[in-house]
């Protein structure tokens, strides 16, 4: 949490102003009791109408200045606060999206969410009350124990057990919530990340009819999290009880002790109710000081899980050679490569290697888990290999820069994400300069035409979050699209065609071989069909590469593929040779 305060450094006007105003504030309070001893002593007992009016203006003043001081030090509390949070939020973010995909994995999304959102929102409320009340309540405290001491010093020393005792019950109760709120927090993550999880699969819940079944189980997270805070919650709700029976057992002493010495003459009866509300004023502070420390406490471990996800780097160190157009005929090469996920001990990829020559097409096949995915993700550089090395056009992919590397690769993921804005406004997240006519000749190739032109608006039309307003194909020919529209030296189509009827998927195939320039394609496909006529398809089986040609080749050579093969055409396959024959011819 300490560390988190540099980013108060561009607030330090504010954070010294806003307390200093509210010690300002405290002065005045602090000179409310003097004047109420002087009015009573001098202008009550005496009847002295014009010495009581005095009095009263000056308690008006000293209350409307006291007002002002409170709402400037308000003013400069909450800017400093504010400011804080934006800066800390925007390096959070800044930092979760320098994270590799290892590092997210490991994480979470549900924890990233809640330390941005939840974490922050309590760090920045207790930075916005320890500029406020921090300094002002021990200053009150200990300022009216010395005007106590002025007052009388024996009535004061009531004063100075009180606070002892205070002291004791306070930071007690503060030590020991203290690891307890981070139990709560963590306890939190998991609710949040089961309560996230059930929300996105709400409709297999239901397929499965499983309602019960989360609902008991939800039940059970959370009850454990309520228990969790009921115990903390009780503990520490026994603090403002405490207080005020300490503090009314000393009131009760003090005027006790005060009515002794104003009938023996050693007190004035102004100077007892100076004391009283001197007392009084304790009271106050230190019930505001013990709800500040339970803030500070949820603050602290909060600001701890925010500074140890902003401590969290990225396990890929980054190079520094920029991509250039490719100039080597061996556009990537894979050497012995193996790739092993987060507290893994197994490798999930084990001894890939194999190359790529300028424009090839790679189909890679295999079954459910087999590794096709990670084999791909590994060449824009989601995740690093475990050993061997990944050459893209002569040099290792570790001495490029990330950043410029990705600009090269256009990347169809699995699951095909729109983001809420127009079509216009999706296409730019591949080339942001793109024209309107570059759009629609990626829309062409990726079979996307007809799909805005029958949209109200075209590329103006409205995507709702996440493309649900789109069916699966049109989704995944949108995305196929955007892709195309940065012109990629490299194409990554990870059965980013599952959705689409199998002529769409042959059209969009044939187009983007016949593009100028085609670049270098990368698919990854369930379907022999999509990958029938690729340069080379890569066969992979449990994490290893199996077979390795194409696909007359591995027909007669590698008998996972002859399998995958037969399985999805059966007693027809030599039918369905003649078939896609016609269609090779087609493209």
Known sequence: MKKLLRYLKPYTKE?????????LEATFELLVPLVVAALIDNGIKYNDTGYIIKM????????????????????????AATGFSKSVKHDLFKNIQELSYSEIDTLGTTTMITRITSDMNQVQQGINLTLRLLLRSPFVVFGAMVMAFTIDASQALIFAVVILFLSIVVFGIMLWSIPQYRGVQNLLDKVLGLTRENLNGLRVIRAFGLEQKEIDNFRVRNQKLTSTEQRVGTVTSLMNPATYVILNMGIVILIYSGAIKVNSGTLTQGQVVALYNYMSQILVELVKLANLILNITRSVACGNRIQDMLEQKSSMINGTVPVNKFSSDNVIEFRNVCMRYPGSSADSLSDISFNVRKGESIGIIGGTGSGKSSLVNMIPRFYDTYSGDIYIDGKNIKEYDTESLRENIGVVPQKAVLFHGTIRDNMKWGRENVTDE???EALKIAQAEDVVNNKSGKLAYEIAQAGKNL??????????????????????????????????DRKLRAAIKDMK??????????????????DKIVVLDDGKMVGLG??????????????????????????????IGKEAANE
């Open 517 to 534: 320039d085609a670049p270098t394609t990368f698919i990854v496909s369930q379907r022999t069909s999509s990958i029938r006529f690729c």
């Open 438 to 440: 570059e759009i629609y």
């Open 15 to 23: 954070s010294i102003l806003g307390p200093l105003f509210k010690l």
């Open 550 to 579: 194409t696909h007359d080749e591995l027909m007669k050579s590698c008998d996972v593929y002859r399998e995958i093969y037969e399985s999805q055409y059966g007693s027809q396959a030599e039918d369905n040779n003649t078939v």
């Open 56 to 79: 009263c203006l000056t308690l008006v003043l000293l209350a409307a200045v006291g007002f002002i001081s409170s709402v400037t030090a308000q003013y400069f509390a909450a800017k």
């Open 471 to 504: 069916s699966g194909g049109q989704k995944q020919r949108l995305t196929i699209a955007r892709a195309l529209v940065r012109n990629p030296q490299i194409l990554i189509l990870d059965d980013s065609a599952s959705a689409l009827d199998f002529a769409t």
